[in-house]
């Protein structure tokens, strides 16, 4: 069993990574909240693979267990789902010891994180991702959020969990384009700051992204300790925190123009290659990173341009230009870069000529 420990100013939690992870939730559970209800959401798909194994561990070691599913899809980080599993909640009762479960990808993490935040002024919760994403990213840190009407993740909270336990086996069934999608946060880390990790990434990972059971565990170890040590500096994003933003800019935005019917992960990878070209044309950057970087998504067959986002959308680059003025971490239309100078080498900007990012953009329309 891998622990990783996520040490922060007023809370410490243990992140659990092992295959075959499920028995050791309900002893842990048992152990540290004994009497205490499980209550786990997830999803349509998750429930059909992986809900009956959990509520039967933890009813075997005499957990009482409330489960509630949600569709699955960006749709369901609503208020309207918010008020539905409250509500659900609260009438079949809930106590502020009991532990909120979230099992599923990173909407399921994000909406159920968001709930236990608010629920009876906020209850333990604990992430069990099922997806490469959730598992190397969304389950980490504690950002927690449901989508506003005019955009992605505007209304959450910082709230982190209590434990975290990843599961490997789980990405076997998951669907190859969602592996792929989060393989896509697994190459920012290395772009972040590690360029020896690129290079394994890029020499290891083959192009149908069939890992084994060792390297599977490395990937996810690696990223999830990067995590740990950017949410320790940096809880609540007011700096360093702010470069697991690298491609996000560009990502929130065709996500936006597109939505929200493509997966994040894919939005990213096109996001990271724009951020890439970005640092190239300001000077930071040299082509050759961008070939790099660009070569091995392509094996991957992950969106390096915008029509393999969407070839039914006709692209603007001033709409995508608008739409990451309007993001939540722009300030007066000033937008908050995350570039590099090079792989493994990434810093925060502001103050970018408009005209640039836009050249920057129209690259990726054709
Ligand atoms: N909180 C954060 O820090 C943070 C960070 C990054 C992304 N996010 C959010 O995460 C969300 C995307 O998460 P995601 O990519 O995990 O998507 P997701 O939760 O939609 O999961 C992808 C798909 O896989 C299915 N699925 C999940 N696990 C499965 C499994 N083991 N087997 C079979 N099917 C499975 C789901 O039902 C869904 O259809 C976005 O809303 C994004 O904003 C949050």
Redesign the pocket.
Known sequence: MIKVQINLEDKKYYIFLNHNIFDYIARFHKKNYPGCKAIIIT????KK??LKKLEDKLTFQSIKVNSYSVL???RS?SFKNLEYLSEKIIKKGINRNDIIYAL???????LA?FLSSVILRGVKFIQIP??L??QV??SV?G???INSKLG??LIGTFYQPSAVFIDPN??S???RK?LL??YA?VIKYSLIDDKIFFDWLNKNVKDNLSLTTEKIIKVISTCVKKKAKIVKLDEKEKKSRMLLNFGHTFAHALENELNYKT???EAVSVGMLMAMKLSCNLGYAKQKDFNLLETHLKRLKLPIKLNNLSDKKKWLSKDILDKMQKDKKSYKGNIQFILCRGIGSAFIKKNIDNAIVKKTIEEFLI
């Open positions: 999803d349509n798909n998750v693979f992986y699955s899809g960006e980080k599923g990808g990173g909407i399921v993490g994000d994180g099922t997806t994403l959730a990213d969304s840190g950002k927690t959020a992605k993740n789980t990405l069934t998951l669907p969602d999608a989060g946060e997966r994040h992960g």
